[in-house]
């Protein structure tokens, strides 16, 4: 079992994109995880069922039972989070901004305050519109631990490949380099960066890059939008062979692309130049995978 895990070092470079049309073309063979759960949207393309779905409880968050609370105000006078309100003299917790440290149940003289586990969002295992199983979630506003979340998303990703027999996982993970991205880099068989020719995105791909060459992970590098910027692409390029990355391909700025995602469809599905295109970057990716 293979995990190719897609990334970029900045969103808009068209890294979902990339991943459901490599799902689109390896379909029959993989199970499909959307790891970019703080702003997940691979669900707009594939058109997951959602047949299992469960809540996601993650960290703590304070509640204050009011039959017992005595109005003291020492939860308001220790929380740096402003998370405790006040109106017509009863004290509640806002749980957008509570970050459950439990401070204020600890100095709460009438113990009114109970940490519970946080209600942080929604899991889900799927069947998409091509047939795929697919494992994704998602992430209530301003809810924590997203690293968590894309762990458990991997998990499920795992075992649904392991009971179906499935030998790839395709993994669209965020951009950037945070805990989320980390988080679907552990594990990873293969990585593959998704960047476009400018200065922001490369100065992106090299923090990613660096990223990488701490967990000793092997990449590939695919440039999207090609003609916005040709020498910015040779840059890249040179780049790309300085760090011993691999060039899986590149890809044109297109209208095909925008056309697809009006048609909520990935690309390889609705035009079949970059079908082509992407079958022969998707089969560079699985030769490279072999050598690893």
Known sequence: MFE????SGKGGTGKTTVAA????????NSVIADCDVDAANMHLLLKPDRSKKEKYFSGKTAVIHANNCTACGKCAEVCEFDAVLVKDGIYSIDPFFCEGCGYCARVCPDNAIEMLDADSGYLFESVTRIGSPMAHARLHPAADN?????????????RMAAESAKEYIIVDGAPGIGCPVISSLAGASYVILVTEP???ALHDLKRLVALLQKFKLKAGCLINKAELHPEMVQQIIQYLEKEKIDLLGILPFDQAFPDAIAAAKAVVE???????LMASIWENTKSKLKAV
């Open 4 to 7: 190719i895990v897609i990334i």
């Open 21 to 28: 049309s490599i799902a689109v073309l390896e379909k029959d």
């Open 146 to 158: 997203s690293g968590k979340l894309v762990a458990e998303v991997k998990n499920r990703a795992k």
């Open 198 to 200: 400018s200065t922001a």
């Open 270 to 276: 609705t035009n079949e130049h970059m079908k082509k």
